[in-house]
């Protein structure tokens, strides 16, 4: 089937195989994406609106290249890796009990972001609006302070150490 160039409205995609299949200038609203490989999919100028992916692998992809006009999306037991969400609008975007790991979240605007449960091991955020973010229950994230809006963002002990990583300290 070809994805390019199509309108998806409220579909459910089970346990299909996405790898390397380009979603060029497709909108889906309010889709469901469960237990699908979606690494190095291709989402130049597609429109993601109310979607949610579900115990999906996602390698490589580059959300920053979807349409980014009314974006939002939900991860929940995904495996998201080396992914890249710069330069997005994803206020209230959730991440329930994903491995995030050696993502790009830079320019991006997470204000009341929730990362519920997630391990986000070699991620990496510049320049990131996190106010009102929740970390409360994620793990081995490592934020610069000095780079990233953190107004009432939300940490817990001990993880809240990763603020300090960029600094040379030793804590004992």
Do not use: W
Not at 77 to 100: E, R
Not at 139 to 158: G, V
């Amino acid at each position: 089937m070809d994805y390019q160039n199509q309108e998806f409205d409220s579909k459910i995609f089970q346990n299909i195989n996405f790898s390397e299949i380009s979603f060029k200038n497709s909108s889906f609203i309010d889709c469901v994406f469960e237990s699908c490989n979606l690494s190095n999919v291709h989402f130049d100028n597609t429109r993601i609106r109310d979607v949610i992916f579900k115990n999906c692998k996602i390698l490589g992809v580059n959300f920053s290249k979807c349409n980014n006009f009314l974006i939002s999306f939900n991860f929940n037991g995904s495996n998201i890796s080396m992914s890249i969400f710069s330069d997005l609008d994803l206020k209230y975007i959730k991440f329930n009990n994903c491995q995030i790991s050696n993502c790009d979240f830079f320019n991006t605007n997470l204000i009341y972001a929730k990362f519920n449960y997630s391990d986000l091991k070699g991620s990496h955020f510049q320049n990131t609006n996190l106010s009102f973010a929740s970390f409360e229950t994620a793990k081995n994230y490592s934020i610069d302070p000095n780079q990233n809006i953190l107004k009432k963002t939300k940490f817990s002990i001990p993880e809240v150490i990763g603020l300090l990583d960029m600094i040379d300290i030793e804590i004992k």
